[in-house]
């Protein structure tokens, strides 16, 4: 198992598939200084692995006060009530996926992992197109992209000039039995695209960095899904 890594100043990765389970998805941290961090996502298995992973990089768990769902499915989300009760940190989601991720059901696609969810509520409930959260010394950006699932979100932050988006799934898929909407989804890949991103933490298939091969990747997927 590799484990955790630092992506670029103040992100770090510590969980995901050869980092903490093969089920889980990439969950990211991001340090804001004046004792607080930002946890992206949660993963579905092993939460003391996460926790033993945000230590590892040199982070102190109790120092999470933030913790941004991307969108409802249980690989993002299967963790979060674990880790709330043990840091009692606030959870973020946008309110066309809160009332999944507070009550569970088939949009969490927990049958399909063949795991239980323990649901977990959520404190704020973003409901813009895009807002602004600030943590700390960042300003973070959250951009509402549904398809992939309707509450789906891409938090973003400039941190030195440089522009990280954790645009989680951008590979999907489309589950349309969970609530995925095909034409959203193009349309949410393109709002991601055009952010100009220069590192892009994905949600299974790693960072990517440049300009370029962030545009060229995101790209790849507008054209897939615009079919």
Known sequence: MAGAFQVTDDVYCVGGSGISSSDDCMVYVIDCENNQLVLIDSGVSNPRKILDNIKSVGLDPSRITHHIITHCHIDHIGNSAKLKKTLGFRVYAHEPDSDVIESGGIQTGA?????DY???KV???FTKPEELLSVGKH????LHVPGHTPGGVCPYVDIKGERV?????????IFEELGSDR???AESLKKERDLGAD???EGHFGIFKGKEKVRKYIESYV???SL
């Open 123 to 125: 404190d704020v409930r």
């Open 111 to 115: 049958s399909l992992y063949g795991v």
């Open 223 to 225: 054209r897939e899904f």
């Open 165 to 173: 988006i954790f645009a989680q799934d951008v590979h999907g898929p």
């Open 183 to 185: 034409k959203q989804f």
């Open 118 to 120: 323990e649901p977990v």
């Open 199 to 201: 590192i892009l933490c």
């Open 139 to 142: 300003q973070l950006k959250i």
